[in-house]
């Protein structure tokens, strides 16, 4: 199987979902990894995430919880807001290219897209306005790779 084909195979997979509400990416010191740990606890059950770099702790999390921290914290960039959509398929490590198709696509339609990814499932943060065009988009990428391994052999 080509690497395209098994791209393919994993999109007609990929289930897309998108996260209720809007979302933040924060830019802090970088000695504010304690401050982050505290603002994370207030986003239990709801996307979150933490990247710890040389220059900076960076954030995504829930708007509400960064309009409830932000006056009591220094902040370095604040973007926003953003919808999170999940690209809801466990992928191995060890795949390349699967990210290239949705961001072709996404970026034909003018959707600038910001990739964090997990252990196991992709996320994007994508501009709230561009939210519902993108997960359209995203769906009818995984009904036509669907559709086409339907028709394969």
């Given at each position: 199987?080509?690497?395209?084909?098994?791209?393919?195979?994993?999109?007609?997979?990929?289930?897309i979902?998108?996260?209720?509400?809007?979302y933040?990416?924060?830019?802090?010191?970088?000695?504010?990894?304690?401050?982050?740990?505290?603002?994370?606890?207030?986003?239990?059950?709801?996307?979150?995430?933490?990247?710890?770099?040389?220059?900076?702790?960076s954030?995504?999390?829930?708007?509400?919880?960064?309009?409830?921290a932000?006056?009591?914290?220094?902040?370095?960039?604040?973007?926003?807001?953003?919808?999170?959509?999940?690209?809801?398929?466990?992928?191995?490590?060890?795949?390349?290219?699967?990210?290239?198709?949705?961001?072709?696509?996404?970026?034909?339609?003018?959707?600038?897209?910001?990739?964090?990814?997990?252990?196991?499932?992709?996320?994007?943060?994508?501009?709230?306005?561009?939210?519902?065009?993108?997960?359209?988009?995203?769906?009818?990428?995984?009904?036509?790779?669907?559709?086409?391994?339907?028709?394969?052999?």
């Amino acid at each position: 199987m080509t690497m395209k084909e098994a791209v393919r195979t994993l999109w007609a997979k990929t289930r897309i979902m998108a996260w209720p509400g809007d979302y933040m990416l924060v830019s802090l010191p970088p000695g504010a990894l304690a401050t982050a740990a505290t603002l994370m606890t207030a986003t239990a059950g709801r996307f979150a995430t933490v990247v710890v770099e040389k220059e900076e702790v960076s954030l995504t999390l829930p708007r509400e919880a960064w309009v409830a921290a932000s006056g009591q914290v220094d902040v370095l960039a604040v973007a926003g807001p953003y919808r999170v959509v999940t690209l809801d398929l466990a992928i191995d490590l060890d795949v390349r290219g699967y990210l290239l198709p949705a961001a072709e696509r996404l970026a034909q339609a003018g959707i600038a897209i910001v990739a964090q990814c997990a252990y196991r499932k992709d996320h994007l943060l994508i501009r709230s306005e561009d939210a519902d065009l993108a997960v359209s988009i995203l769906t009818q990428l995984s009904a036509e790779c669907a559709q086409a391994g339907s028709t394969l052999g």
